[in-house]
C-alpha cells in the first residue's frame, strides 16, 4: 500500500526566511505531485514531477524529484505572507489512470 | 487541463436524508475520483469512476452509502446517503484524461454540513 509522509506538518516562518518541506512516499513511482490549498478553496496544482531529478521552479517555491531516495522537497525561498496556506503532495503508485494519494499537508503560516 | 464544474458548492442538510454532488468536466476524461476532506485533514479516497462500469471503492466506503453514477466521459454524481454529523466533510472530485497527459484536475469541492 503507498503511503506518503510528509513534514513538518505544521510550519510558521518569518517572512524573508528560507525553508523546505518534505515528502516521502513508500513504493516506486515516478510521478509526484505538489498542490496548495487555501482554506475553504479547493486544490491547486503547483508542479508536477515527471522523472528522478526533475527540478521546477515557480516564484519563491521550487520543488524536486529523488525517485531513487523516494522523496521530494519544495523549497521555499524568502517567504511572504501570500505563501500562507496548506500545502500537499501527491503520489501515484504507477503509470496507469490511478487516484492520487496524498500527504498529511503542511499548513504554512508565514509572520511578518 | 480539464476544468470541472462542482455543485453545489455548500449545503446544510439534515440527518438521515441525501445528497447528490455532481461534477461536470469540460472534456472528456478516462477517470474520476472522489475525495472526502474532513476538517484540517488530507484528502481520503471514495471512490475510482469509470465510465460504463461500477465504481470501485476504498477500504471504509460502500456503495450503499456512497453510490455513484458515470453515465459518460464528461460527467460524474457521488451521493451521501442517509446522512450524519459525522459526514460533515467537504467532498472533491477529480478527473484525469489519462493516456500521455499527466494533469488532475479537482473541482472546486462541496462543503456539506450535516445537523
Known amino acids: 500500500e503507498l503511503k506518503v509522509e510528509q513534514n513538518p506538518l505544521f510550519l510558521s516562518m518569518q517572512e524573508g526566511k528560507n525553508y523546505t518541506i518534505y515528502c516521502n512516499y513508500s513504493?516506486?513511482?515516478?510521478?509526484l505531485y505538489w498542490y496548495r490549498q487555501d482554506p475553504g478553496k479547493s486544490l491547486e496544482s503547483l508542479f508536477v514531477?515527471?522523472?528522478?531529478?526533475a527540478v521546477k521552479q515557480e516564484g519563491r517555491l521550487m520543488a524536486s524529484l529523488d525517485t531513487k531516495a523516494r522523496l521530494s522537497t519544495l523549497h521555499i525561498t524568502a517567504a511572504v505572507h501570500d505563501l500562507s496556506a496548506t500545502y500537499f503532495c501527491?503520489?501515484?503508485?504507477?503509470?496507469?489512470?490511478?487516484?492520487?494519494?496524498f500527504g498529511k499537508g503542511t499548513r504554512l503560516s508565514v509572520i511578518a | 487541463s480539464a476544468v470541472i464544474s462542482q455543485k453545489p458548492s455548500r449545503d446544510i442538510c439534515q440527518r438521515g436524508t441525501s445528497l447528490t454532488i455532481q461534477c461536470q468536466v469540460d472534456?472528456?476524461?478516462?477517470?474520476m475520483f472522489w475525495y472526502r476532506q474532513q476538517p484540517g485533514q488530507s484528502l481520503t479516497l471514495i471512490a475510482t469512476?469509470?465510465?460504463?462500469?461500477?465504481?470501485?471503492?476504498e477500504s471504509g466506503f460502500v456503495i450503499d452509502k456512497f453510490p455513484i453514477s458515470r453515465p459518460n466521459l464528461t460527467f460524474s454524481t457521488l451521493t451521501v446517503s442517509n446522512m450524519s454529523p459525522e459526514d460533515s466533510s467537504i467532498y472533491l472530485c477529480?478527473?484525469?484524461?489519462?493516456?500521455?497527459?499527466?494533469?488532475?484536475?479537482f473541482g472546486s469541492g462541496t462543503r456539506l454540513t450535516v445537523v
Open positions: 477529480s478527473a484525469t484524461p489519462g493516456q500521455d497527459y499527466y494533469g488532475y484536475t
Open positions: 513504493t516506486t513511482s515516478d510521478r
Open positions: 514531477l515527471l522523472s528522478n531529478g
Open positions: 501527491a503520489v501515484v503508485e504507477d503509470s496507469g489512470n490511478t487516484p492520487l494519494v
Open positions: 472534456s472528456q476524461v478516462t477517470m
Open positions: 469512476a469509470n465510465q460504463g462500469s461500477e465504481a470501485t471503492y
